[in-house]
């Protein structure tokens, strides 16, 4: 059959070709489809399904700090998006024009949003007016567009999926507290999620979103040792308050202009979770955000009893865990492979021979460990061994990360590591964008983050010798 | 101040002005603000709550009935939307255009989706080659964009929030089944959930879905006696499969082309609880979909134990129900509007008195019934009264709908009702779209539909006097 033939042919290597390994997983797993529009995909239902996942975490996390969803327009006008100066000059060039409205030339052309701080702030401009309104804590769900060149499933598309939360408050200080707040929010979805080791920093003023003061963001190290930027959160003072005119009456009864945050992460973490934990057999997923947490094969399935215990299992186990059983006609070693491309943390296979002891087998996907559990003690098994592989891909992506960040004390040990070494550099930096440019020309590495935590590797400027701000990581980036 | 000012100011009485009456509502229930772009609105916290106690509803049902979700591109190119003609005649007109992209001029034109037909046929042309791909039941939450000239809140906005289904069966059969299927779950949410009488029929051929061999609808009737079309499902046949070279071996081992259905509900259902529901005194919502649905106000606040027991309330209900306390300063006069006017179903009272009895009052916002409910007994009290509420507005509607239908036997019989008595008006139909035409023209009113429920009024066709062949309902129509 033609879908067993596809799905049991083996994928690239990825020590062979990395980029060529992503994208057959992202096809192989069912993940996404190419579509007709350049740098847009199709986000197929075993796909989605992970999205939602992510979506739903999250989505209560925020609920739970005060969050309220919301809905703006998905069009800019163009004067709007110009109120700000920064923030125009960073998304301009990037935006899809919306020109027309059927057969009519439009007066003002309608940019597709990359970004909705502009809409946020008009919206605030008309319902802010007292202190009493404040914080507003909102939040959307939705897609942006921005005009890539060069896209990548889930990594880099003109369309992708997000959220993003833009809040007003009252002081700058509890502005600055929400910033880190959620900040904090992402790297703990994403440490205890979703397995991914982050590091917490903030971003150079040349590295910063358009319009920010500053941006705080995670990142994480990929199998090829490329930094990903997980998550962001911003902190705007009031640059886009005032320019849009947002005042508010304080409780000293003066007018006063609130303080400004956004914050958000997309499905482009679908493809961190994919280069963090996948390996040459296929996708290994997080428990937390895998839609099946645990596939059941029955084993000699045509023999009596099999498939009902196979479907009472699922039945019983189908209020605690995202479960399914396959009871296809397909052989058994095509079902390993095929759970095995998909992600699926744990495989529960059940034979004849295992209902006679009243046990099944338990299979890790990420290190086929393989356990046998007492069929009454199964619930606790379960979440036991997903615990497990939680934990254990964790490990393994921090290790990894530790074991492949450098360190460098001048340039040319710097360009060496980056030449020979993928991975992440820590070094000191003077906070010139000069020293930030000419790294980038001589080694090829970008800032990532200058990390909360910091260490002093030394006083001066890898670069430039001159005395250090702040330790730094540098690297690729996707 | 400001804030209290606003929400006690009584909202323009319906019979006096319906169109203000809505618009009162929609904003000082605090549900939608205009936005700076043209027909599109900001959804605020409490109406997009709205929508996503809807969504999440209906995206169970979906589920249980082996949907999944995708995400497709939000663009559509030019050449993809003309590939079927019926379909772009009845859509080119009312899209947006998308012409650059940054700087550059696009060699493709793409118009920001309408509906999505064409690329879910697009992708299934790509992933369907066997029987056994068959059926796929793929849905999407989405917004999409129609580039209308008049638009009203939740109504009829330029952009607008919706879940499409698109569905590809192995026969005709099939497809027809999942198209009436899908109708029934909107039907059934309507009634059960919503509490909106609606009538299941069929759309004429000059009301159907552009493309569609046939587009079944859930007509429901708003407070001033027009329709409101709450949810439609179409059965495509193979023409879009056709056009887009969707082919499948089948059974038989021979290629085949499938047949396809879609189903759509949109935020315009919110525009549908207000009308129905809504009263004088602001909003009514149904139990199902209010963010609040029980709202707890705290009598004589400051005596010792009020505020106490009020919170020991929401924590103990809040498992159970959506529930808020109001601590706030204002006085219960004050808050007894506001939530009247944001439609919260119950309004638990609890003061001094009723805690020395050990009870407390429910007031129904509906009917301002009150009932003394003993605390111990509390759970059970509200699940009933929620009850009470869900059956007293659903009747209310019926009784409603039912007095404001009328039956015409001849042109002049419907004009005059038509002129005299806002509502909807039965009449036998001969199937000429010409005798829709001068229906329109002459009394104002379109179809409606042709009521799965049939009676037989007459042998005779309303307008044209030869042989009728459907019972079909008339009317105006939001």
Redesign the interface.
Known sequence: ???QKKLVEAITPMEEDFAQWYTDIVKKAELM?Y???RG??????YG??I??NIRDILDRRFKELGH??????????ES?LQKEKDHVEGF????????????EELEER?C?RPTSET?FC??YA??I??W?DLPKL?NQW??V?R?EKTTRPFLRSV?F?WQEGHTMHETAQEALEETERMLNVYADFCENDLAIPVIKGRKTDKEKFSGAEATYTIEAMMHDGKALQAGTSHYFGDGFARAFNISFQNRENKPQTPFQTSWGMSTRIIGGIIMTHGDNNGLVLPPAVAPIQVIILPIAQHKPGVLDKAYELRDRLKGSFRVRVDDSDQSPGWKFSQYEMKGVPLRLEIGPKDIEKGQCVLVRRHDREKVFVPLEDLENAITAQLEEVRKGIYEKALQRRESMTYTAKNLDELKEIADTHPGLIKAMWCGDPACEEKLKEVAGVSSRCMPFEQEHLSDTCVCCGKPAKAMTYWGKAY
């Open positions: 059959m033609a879908d489809d579509s007709g529009v847009c995909m199709v986000i197929e239902p989605f399904a999205w939602e309220e969803n919301v809905s703006m327009p998905m069009f800019i006008p709007l301009a060039p990037e935006v899809a024009w919306v020109t027309h409205g059927g057969s309608l597709v809409l008009d919206h008309r319902v007016h007292s009493r909102y939705c897609s567009v005009w369309e999926h």
